[in-house]
């Protein structure tokens, strides 16, 4: 008998991790991707325990941990002052803490990782430039329809896997009243050669600067050799995607008053990125029959928790164990879809959440600040142990 099929939509994280697990589980897979070339623009992603478990059993670790960067610690600081509000150890000791790795790498390096094994996979055939249009239930499975440079075809599958981010023609046509929500921020992206900051500045250690309105983090990248830089700002901006400069200018601006270290790194690229924040509201349910949705497509999230990708990447193990085996494909879907549902949405929640705490100003921000300096180091992290410590 020859293998079901899976119809993916979408080469991003969630959809390449999608590819390899379920061709691990015995589908043939089709990915589809919109764009001719696959390049993540030049930026870090953190990854926790709760991700890297997956990338291990996927048998992509290696590949990964190859081009990443394993800090020692974090260090959360007053953006102003630049004084230790809160910290501790990471590296093997928060691995023994959380039964896996927490990783930092740049974006090209992971999607790289992912691409070179999906390549190797002779279940998975990755189609660049082709973009979902449409798509249709059918007897025994899912008609789509997809367009390309030569013109348009029509493919089968057992099931399509809506893995195509935010703007999600999969999640448009489902849910159509389920459009993203300006959070009125961006987030300005950048990385610094690590030769042109001072040593302190440039260690393996994961730093979130909170101010006013505004907060910075910083991490290395590229084998130690880059500090990548996220700072988040109010922006009332809305155009979508990576290709938005802004200038220096503008983003220092909002950093008046911050302290000298935090200046120094904010003053250091050539060039920012910037992108304007949306996310979702949690949805009621996300597929339907033969349909389901997977990553930002399904539950976009604001990135001050750094779970987006994470949790794109549990949604593709728990998608691929409820298939693996399973006759009734679109009951298998309905399973994926209420094991992820609740997780997904507490996690959407709480980084919706940490917004508010990390921007305090005035008193409720002295507040906040007394609360962080006086917890012990060991209850920074174990306050997520629920993110963390999860298990598919
Ligand atoms: C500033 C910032 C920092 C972040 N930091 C972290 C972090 O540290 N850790 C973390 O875990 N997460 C982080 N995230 C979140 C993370 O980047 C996203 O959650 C994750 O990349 C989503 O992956 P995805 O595969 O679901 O979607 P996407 O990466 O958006 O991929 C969707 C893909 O679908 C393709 N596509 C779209 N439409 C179609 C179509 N019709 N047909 C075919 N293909 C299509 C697109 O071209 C794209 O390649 C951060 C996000 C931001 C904005």
Known sequence: MSARHIALAGAGIGGLTAALALAKAGFAVTLLERAPVLEEAGAGVQLAANATRVLKTLGVYERVAAKAVFPDAFAVLDGRRGTRLSGGAMGAAAEARFGGPFLVIHRADLQAALLDAVREVPAITLRLGHALESFAAVDGGVALTVRHDGGGDTLHADALVGA?????????????????????????????????????????????????????????????????????????????????????????AHYRGWCADARLLLEAPERWLRWALFDLDPLPRWGDGPVTLLGDAAHAMPPFLAQGAAQAIEDAAVLAGELAGAGDIPAALRRYEAARLPRTTRVQRAARGMDRIYHLGGPTRLARDLVMRAQPESAVLERYRWIYDWRA
């Not at 389920?178 to 040593?199: C, E």
């Not at 994961?206 to 880059?226: C, E, I, N, Q, S």
């Open 164 to 252: 195509d981010g935010l703007r999600s023609v999969v999640r448009g046509a489902l849910h159509p009243q389920a459009t993203p929500s300006f959070r009125h921020r961006a987030a300005w992206r950048a990385t610094v050669p690590a030769h042109a900051l001072p040593a302190r500045l440039a260690d393996p250690v994961t730093r979130l600067w909170l101010g006013p309105g505004a907060h910075l983090v910083t991490y290395p990248v590229k084998a130690g050799r880059a500090i990548n830089l996220v700072a988040v700002t109010p922006d009332a901006r809305q155009a979508h995607g990576w290709s938005e400069a802004g200038t220096r200018e503008e983003l220092l």
